[in-house]
């Protein structure tokens, strides 16, 4: 039986977010318990449009792609939590086109795990992130994240399996008459925001539970629009990294590396956080702190604007993109657009902005209450 949402999403996938042509050498990575369709799916448009399909059902990149990873978590020990995979290095090395798919079939299969152990497999990944980071960077492949509906997904963001797949459908646009002509009409909506933000220096976060200031004089603004991501919808740079002054108590909890995090306060001075807490896995975020030098520092700021998006459900692949927020992330910058920290961790927490949040650039009212303002 088809599943039509899976053919919508490897449709626009292999056609408008990393078009695959004659001969690309394409890995698809998930987990083959949870997402099959999308998997086959995938697999199948890649054929017809003459790639090779290098299927990666159990990879160990991430908790979302494989059944046994708690078990490995649980029982590595120092030298295992230190060696990297080899054939990971292999297909990151060789691939066109990367395809992941986030479908965990328990959002919390890390949470009891040591967050030390967590921090060190993180580290060790270092390799595998710099590769394809830097073979991005020139031009040598396309990588693409992307969500399957899980229960586990649909029960986290508290809702039944067929809400969430609605839920997503409406996110990727794909309730839209034409998907591609939605998403090329998005694409140029924010390439105007991004123009406009061109050469300006100096940006001012302020509204309920934030007061931030910081410089990106030199870097650029970034347009995300479905090609890395998919769903996507944000706008992005990398701070200057010791300009970042101010505070911040998030409103939207976050998760990452299945321990969900609510309740986070930071205070940064000369772009560090010299201040956290939260009221909930405090130890897990000051744990995460201390992983590395970089990882008190923003590498990303970024505003949401994926109007499909209108409600937390503590997946940051779609949370992070809620048209009317915005988010900023701890630890690794984009070269990209000019970053330059380096950090094992790259952890988004996502902020609203609907009840009268406000971002000032140069002392011009850029965005009030979710709405861009020029």
């Known amino acids: ?148 509906p899980t229960h586990a997904l649909a029960q ?60 990106f004089e030199g870097r650029t603004w970034k347009s995300c629009h479905g090609d890395l991501n998919f769903p996507d919808g944000e706008i992005f740079t990398s701070p200057l990294e010791d300009t970042v002054e101010g505070h911040v108590a998030f409103n939207f909890p976050s998760v990452y590396l299945s321990n969900e995090v609510d309740g986070v306060k930071l205070r940064f001075e000369n772009g560090v956080a010299v201040d956290a807490s939260a009221e909930k896995g405090e130890d897990f975020l000051l744990g995460q702190l201390d992983v590395d030098e970089g990882a008190r520092r923003l590498g990303e700021f970024a505003i949401g604007t994926n109007m499909g998006v209108q409600q937390i459900t503590r997946s940051t692949l779609f949370d992070e993109k809620i048209g009317g927020s915005i988010h900023m992330a701890l630890g690794r910058a984009f070269e990209e657009v000019g970053g330059t920290n380096q950090s094992a961790i790259h952890w988004d927490m996502v902020h609203s902005m609907k009840d009268g949040g406000e971002i000032l650039i140069d002392g011009e009212l850029f965005y009030r209450s979710g709405e861009f303002m020029v």
């Open 156 to 215: 986290t963001a508290e809702m039944g399996i067929q809400a969430y797949r609605e839920f997503v459908t409406k996110a990727c646009g794909l309730d839209q008459p034409d998907p591609v002509a939605y998403w090329t009409e998005f694409r140029e909506m924010q390439t105007r925001l991004v123009d406009w933000l061109a050469g300006k220096k100096h940006a001012e976060i302020r509204g309920p539970g934030i007061e931030m200031s910081f410089d």
């Open 1 to 148: 039986m088809t599943d039509t949402l899976a053919s919508q999403m490897a449709a626009i996938l292999t056609e408008y977010s990393a078009p695959v042509q004659p001969g690309h050498y394409v890995t698809i990575a998930g987990n083959i318990e949870t997402c099959a369709p999308l998997i086959g799916a995938l697999a199948e448009a890649v054929l017809r449009r003459g790639g090779y399909p290098n299927i990666q059902a159990a990879s160990m990149i991430s908790a979302d792609y494989t059944p046994y990873f708690e078990l490995y978590m649980q029982l590595a020990n120092e030298q295992q939590l230190d060696t990297l995979d080899s054939t990971m290095m292999h297909w990151v090395n060789t691939s066109d086109i990367l395809y992941f798919i986030k479908a965990p079939a328990n959002t919390k299969a890390l949470s009891a795990i040591d967050p030390q152990k967590i921090a060190r497999f993180r580290t060790t990944q270092r390799d595998f992130s710099n590769a394809y980071l830097q073979r991005y960077d020139r031009g040598e492949l396309i990588w693409v994240v992307t969500a399957w």
